[in-house]
């Protein structure tokens, strides 16, 4: 069962900044997912081997080859600010 | 054995970086960032753009298999990654993509110089991550306006290796560091020099207390300077009847003190769960042939060295606990005498070095070679020797010209026998104390013809000659 100060200390961990309105609205919500998810607990699991990735899949592999990175320039399109070729972001504590 | 009084326990996480490798964990860009501007070898993988993809450097997973097999680990049969979340600018993406319940091997052990002899130290696991940027404050982490994020060094590749608490005391934990360093370098993947090529985190905690997790150690002296300041913090905390609490604690190096970090920053709820973009590995299957190639590691060579040339185990032990050491001795001992060339590359080249806070680089093979010749051949005195060595990493030149300018030739018996006349007639107060029993007094008469002869004698041979004219 999620509370609000539930809710609250997820949107901390995002650095989401939630209203006393959003957090009314999600906290039903999000209970109601995890509610979805026991009804899943209640399959029976029993004697299947837990899968760890949805593709069939191992060993994938890349040689250690150099390929071109991207310029400065395009590195830094993105970011709302740039100085001496850093990205600037506001300081977190 | 060791009583550990205060029932100090340390464990440390070492963040060794793969910097030899030449592309990065999960993406071709260059690990050869060091001398270039900030975000200039990166790409949209490792800048955490949206629809890249990863795909894992097959050569850093042989360098974690090598690391583990190095370590005694074992190699695990299945093993995964996972995304570990938090926001924090120095991450692009919002997660680091590490390893958690399946590492790449777990279980290993090494050996260290303990409290009271050979200490065994376990490793509880060894696994990969990416590394993340590099954040830069203006002034101070605390009173700086914003964050400068340089994201060359994101997605470098990282072995995270893990210890057990089994450390004891500051000393120790200086001693698993130096070891450690010394089989990474031995397996030739990576270059400590490197800014940031290895991290520490350390885990400390006394009789009565919980532990303290120190961040921001940065050198292994910093490691022992952090955890004598810890051991005895807890110990005054305890002392006034205070509780020690499980916290997280920065280090700052210039003042030598720990800090607590404010509480709400240890609210880690990393929300761990399977990376969807990278596949598992199963790669248990390679270690036999790995195992095959890994180098000759610290502990084998001391054991070699002192079977093949015949050295003292101390000795053998000074050589091997730096690679570029054992390779300079090695070299010199194939042409040199191994004993000799054991005695004054340990006994007088290192100390030289340590001194002078130089690395094996500053001093060539062949001036060591010459030094040896000379000394063997009875042309320069010990003292001369070390003369030389000294002018050598001062100021330079070759051995001969320096033997030349400096006049170290060893001078001949029968002025070392003229010496030793005049000193007896010069030291009658000396004369009869020795006669008299007091065999110190025939140190200053030794001292006295080393000074005629401005060094050049050989202070034993003196000896001898000064007993046989007293005697």
């Known amino acids: 069962m999620i509370t609000k100060k539930d809710l609250e200390h997820i949107g901390w961990l995002s650095r989401l900044e939630l ?8 906290t039903p919500k999000l209970n109601s997912v995890l509610d979805y998810f026991g009804e899943l607990d209640k399959a029976d699991t029993g004697g299947v081997e837990p899968s760890y990735h949805v593709m069939p899949m191992s060993n994938v592999f890349r040689e250690d080859v150099p390929i071109a990175s991207l310029s400065q320039e395009e590195a830094l399109s993105n970011a709302p600010k740039n100085q001496d070729g850093f990205i600037k972001a506001p300081r977190m504590m | 054995m060791y009583e550990n009084p205060d029932g ?3 464990g440390l996480e070492v963040h060794v970086q793969l910097n030899k ?87 290993g052990y090494i050996m260290i110089e303990g409290e009271d002899g050979e200490h065994r130290v376990g490793i509880t696991r060894a696994h990969m991550e990416e590394d993340p940027g590099r954040l830069v404050h203006e002034g101070t982490i605390d009173k700086s306006k914003y964050t400068l994020i340089d994201y060359n060094r994101s997605g470098m590749a990282l072995i995270e290796i893990v210890s057990d608490p089994d450390m004891r005391s ?49 050198s292994h002296k910093g490691a022992e300077r952090a955890l004598l300041f810890e051991i005895v913090r807890q ?10 609490v499980q916290e997280t604690r920065h280090f700052d190096e210039a003042r030598e003190i720990t800090l607590s970090m404010r509480s709400k920053e240890e609210a880690h709820d990393y929300r761990y769960f399977p990376e969807p973009d990278l596949v598992p590995l199963k790669i248990s299957g390679w270690a036999p042939a790995i195992k095959e190639m890994l180098p000759e590691l610290p502990d084998a060579r001391r054991m070699r060295f002192v079977e093949q040339y015949g050295i003292m185990d101390d000795h053998a032990k000074a050589l091997t606990s730096e690679r570029k050491v054992a390779i300079f001795y090695e070299e010199v001992a194939k042409i040199a005498d191994p004993k000799i060339s054991a ?36 042309k320069i005195t010990e003292d001369g020797a070390v003369d030389i060595i000294r002018t050598l990493l001062d100021k330079g030149g070759s051995p001969e010209e320096i033997v030349k300018e400096k006049g170290l030739l060893k001078v001949e018996g029968d002025i070392v026998s003229t010496a030793a006349e005049e000193a007896i007639k010069e030291n009658p107060v000396a004369v009869s104390d020795f006669k008299a029993g007091k065999e110190k007094a025939l140190n200053s008469l030794v001292g006295s013809v080393m000074k005629k002869t401005k060094g050049r004698a050989d202070a034993r041979a003196a000896r001898e000659i000064l007993l046989g004219k007293l005697g």
């Not at chain 1, 209203?19 to 999600?26: G, M, V």
């Not at chain 2, 305890?238 to 509780?243: I, K």
């Open chain 2, 170 to 218: 500051p000393k120790e934990a200086r001693r698993y560091l130096d070891k450690l360093r010394n089989i990474l370098e031995y397996l030739d993947i990576f270059d400590g020099d490197l800014e940031g090529a290895l991290r520490v985190d350390a885990n400390i905690s006394i009789m009565g207390g919980q532990r303290a997790e120190i961040k921001n150690i940065s």
């Open chain 2, 8 to 10: 100090v326990m340390i």
């Open chain 1, 19 to 26: 209203s006393e309105e959003d957090r009314e609205k999600y």
């Open chain 2, 343 to 378: 005695v004054w590359i340990c006994d007088v080249l290192k100390g030289e070095l340590n001194y002078r806070d130089l690395t094996i680089e500053a001093f060539r093979k062949e001036d060591m070679l010459s030094v040896i010749e000379l000394l063997m051949s009875k």
């Open chain 2, 235 to 244: 110990k005054n905390v305890l002392r006034r009847g205070g509780v020690v």
């Open chain 2, 21 to 107: 490798l030449k592309t990065k964990v999960f993406c071709g860009c260059s690990t050869d960032y060091h001398n270039d501007p900030p975000n200039s070898h990166v790409c949209p993988v490792c800048l955490g753009l949206p629809g890249s993809l990863p795909v894992i450097n097959r050569k850093a997973v042989e360098a974690a298999i090598k690391i583990g097999l190095a370590l005694n680990c074992k190699v695990e049969e299945h093993t995964q990654f996972y995304r570990k979340n938090y926001y924090y600018p120095d991450l692009p993406k919002g997660f680091q993509i590490t390893q958690y319940d399946f590492p790449i091997s777990s279980g």
